[in-house]
């Protein structure tokens, strides 16, 4: 009987950074249901709405399932063949240099490892950059100045076990909607546990804040270095933490005292009440648990990676780092950006997280790869990458599950960018998106609930993500075809797995190879697994150090950072406003970000009809004030736009805006409606050290049709 084939199977979510673990239950090749894993460490069994609906999203409509070439169906030899030669000829002409790959958070670790490492050890360029970079690359850059690596000390619990939570750029109820739940029964539980939102907008994240603050867009610089300089004005400093375990404390207060010295300077940079500022302050220098997590707020910015520093100099200030509950928290957006860091997924990195400003970590990758041509400076960032596939420095670029002409800035320009291109290749599981209509080769690409292997989440636990449906139509597991390729091209003695498990094994034995506790991040203990044993890995964090008798839930507990010194670096910010100012033609700020019930460019999301349920249509959120200066009813069609592009949508008049400001929300694009892809109308304005476009603020103006 068809009950008597029924299964369950645990995975993952393939949403957001949260990283929930989902029990699927299975029957006659289709997913029945699904409900929280009890035993997953991010979810302890809760789900959100989006994960909830997951059965609803896995039928074949609009999949992509047939290799194509020029719009015809071709055969996988035919395609492969394709891209190889293409690939193959244009390095041969124009050099490594002149191919690039760009990935995504989507894809999984092992899918990851090997595109980076066909790119970065054979065809020998640095060209791999990801969707990651729109996302996080703040945070990473951050990380890797203060602590000498890309590392999130904490973890989830620390957010339950913390007495002042302070959520910044972050509508966590909407954006990681199960760390909310967590937040939430925290707060049941502790009603003295404090939550401070600080969001120019009221969003659904303040119904749990004891203080709200609703800085001036972009003015995070401000609040951070102010509260560094009241910190130290009222003995609030953690002098022996200071001396003991960090470095540049004094051109860090100086910087921070010459721009914010006093509460009052700060409130008025920030366009905020001085004495909801001071009290956030105040509380800050009295607790001794803080955890600050941040998010795309923070690092969406033309100077996201000063705001992620001044964050982190007040827990160093303080001494707030390492300890339960004591933490500042970056929380990735995607489900696998943190595993794509693990395998060096960004241009500015290699593999392991080795980068290379060391050259013993390029000797070392190339002779665990036994790379014939290993890459030997950074490759281009995501926008620099595009701006070169523009201008026909990149002749041959290869998108893999993900959909640049929405989401990238300046979309429009992307879209000219990949139609002036000699090669286009894009494998995805959905047929039609905005870059499958760009692309000479499509591949189909097997989804979620088709292909296995791990994702990392934001508090580092890796976990597994299962196959339990079969390959729909023709298509294939990503490391499949990037392997393919990589054999076509001459590289089968670097390429020989069969199955992920063998890839994840290798990518663990790099992890380790010559480490000796030199670099922390080291999961050798992973490569040990079987490939029985790698099939039922439960959730792990890392570190996993093979032979270890344990391994740390949080960093840095010993006051022992991984700089040469061994001290965290305290950076001098100077605050920055955002880039782009607004003028007399273009008055108002437009931000962007994500809604509760869609994910991405909804090409899974709206398949699940009670999604749709929550908001159907894209929309901009505007203020009362600004309604009523430009004569706008709620529900009203209006124009947005400026020198960039123009979208059409609905108003939304809501009190939660703030005037001189919009609201946008990132999901919809061409697929659904040609007149709403947001990041037409974003700049390609970056952060100068992590490539991070600000698209949190772009200045537009807006009419009534
Ligand atoms: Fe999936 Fe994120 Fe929702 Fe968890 S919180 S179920 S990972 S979308």
Redesign the pocket.
């Known amino acids: 009987s068809a009950s008597s084939q029924a299964c369950q199977v645990n995975t993952t979510?393939p949403?957001?950074g949260?990283?929930?673990g989902v029990s699927a239950e299975v029957t006659d090749n289709r997913l029945i249901a699904v409900s929280g894993d009890k035993h997953h460490p991010a979810?302890q069994g809760r789900?959100?709405v989006?994960?909830s609906a997951l059965h609803e999203t896995t039928d074949l409509q609009g999949r992509l399932l047939q290799p194509q070439i020029d719009g015809q169906p071709v055969s996988w030899d035919q395609a492969i063949d394709k891209v190889a030669r293409g690939f193959q000829e244009t390095i041969a002409q124009y050099g490594p240099d002149s191919v690039a790959f760009y990935l995504s958070g989507q894809i999984l670790t092992e899918d990851y490892y090997v595109a980076n490492k066909l790119m970065k050890g054979f065809i020998g360029s640095a060209n791999v950059d990801t969707n990651s970079r729109l996302c996080m690359s703040s945070a990473v850059a951050a990380h890797k100045r203060a602590f000498g690596a890309d590392l999130v000390p904490g973890c989830y619990e620390d957010l339950e076990l913390t007495d002042l939570l302070i959520l910044v750029g972050s509508n966590t109820a909407w954006a990681?909607?199960?760390v909310y739940q967590r937040i939430v029964a925290a707060k049941k539980a502790r009603p003295q546990m404090k939550i401070v939102v600080i969001d120019p907008r009221q969003t659904a994240t303040c119904d749990i804040a004891d203080l709200h603050l609703p800085l001036k867009h972009g003015s995070d610089g401000y609040l951070f270095t102010g509260l560094l300089s009241y910190l130290a004005v009222n003995e609030a400093l953690d002098s022996s933490f200071i001396n003991q375990h960090t470095e540049g404390f004094d051109n860090a207060l100086q910087a921070a005292s010459q721009f914010t010295g006093s509460v009052a300077e700060a409130a008025r940079l920030c366009g905020l009440d001085e004495t909801d500022l001071e009290t956030l302050y105040r509380w800050y220098s009295e607790t001794e648990k803080v955890v600050t997590l941040f998010s795309q707020g923070i690092n969406q910015s033309s100077s996201g990676v000063d705001k992620g520093n001044a964050i982190i100099n007040c827990h160093l200030a303080t001494g707030k780092i390492g300890k339960p509950g004591a933490a500042p928290f970056s929380i990735t957006g995607q489900p696998n950006a943190m595993g794509g860091r693990e395998v060096g997924g960004l241009a500015n990195q290699l593999a392991a997280h080795m980068d290379f400003s060391d050259p013993a970590n390029i000797e070392r990758v190339k002779a665990f790869w036994q790379a014939p041509h290993i890459a030997r400076k950074e490759g281009l960032k995501a926008v620099d990458m595009f701006q070169a596939v523009h201008d026909g420095r990149i002749k041959a670029i290869w998108i893999m599950g993900t959909n640049p002409v929405a989401s990238m800035p300046d979309a429009d320009f992307i879209r000219d960018a990949l139609q002036r291109c000699e090669l286009v290749v894009v494998s995805d599981c959905v047929e039609k998106t905005d870059t499958t209509a760009c692309a000479d080769v499509l591949l189909p690409a097997t989804g979620w609930a088709e292909k296995d292997g791990t994702v990392t989440n934001s508090e580092r636990v890796i976990s597994r993500q299962k196959g339990f449906l079969k390959p729909a139509g023709n298509s294939r597991h990503d490391w499949q075809i990037i392997c393919s390729v990589a054999q076509a091209m001459g590289y089968a003695e670097g390429f020989p797995f069969s199955s992920p498990g063998e890839i994840f094994i290798e990518h663990a034995a790099l992890s380790g190879f010559e480490n000796n506790g030199k670099r922390f991040f080291d999961i050798s203990a992973l490569a040990e697994l079987s490939e029985r044993q790698y099939n039922e890995m439960t959730p792990v964090r890392w570190p996993q150090v093979k032979g270890a008798k344990t391994n740390p839930v949080r960093f840095f507990s010993d006051g022992k950072f991984n700089t040469p010194s061994g001290r965290a670096r305290m950076l001098p910010v100077e605050p920055k406003a955002p880039l782009n100012q607004t003028s007399s033609h273009y008055p108002l700020v437009l931000n962007t970000g994500r809604i509760r019930d869609q994910w991405h460019t909804m090409t899974r999301t709206s398949k699940a009809i009670r999604l749709l349920n929550h908001i159907d249509q894209p929309f901009v959120d505007l203020s009362p004030v600004d309604a009523l200066q430009y004569g706008i009813s709620d529900s009203d069609l209006i124009e947005i736009s400026n020198s960039l592009g123009r979208c059409v949508v609905r108003a939304k008049v809501t009190d939660g805006q703030p005037a001189g400001s919009l609201f946008m929300p990132i999901h919809w694009t061409a697929q659904f409606t040609s007149r709403a892809r947001v990041d037409s109308l974003i700049a390609s304005v970056c952060d100068p050290i992590a490539g991070q476009p600000e698209s949190k603020h772009a200045p537009v103006t807006m009419r009534k049709l």
């Open positions: 979510c949403y957001c949260v990283g929930c979810n789900l959100c989006k994960g990681h909607p199960v």
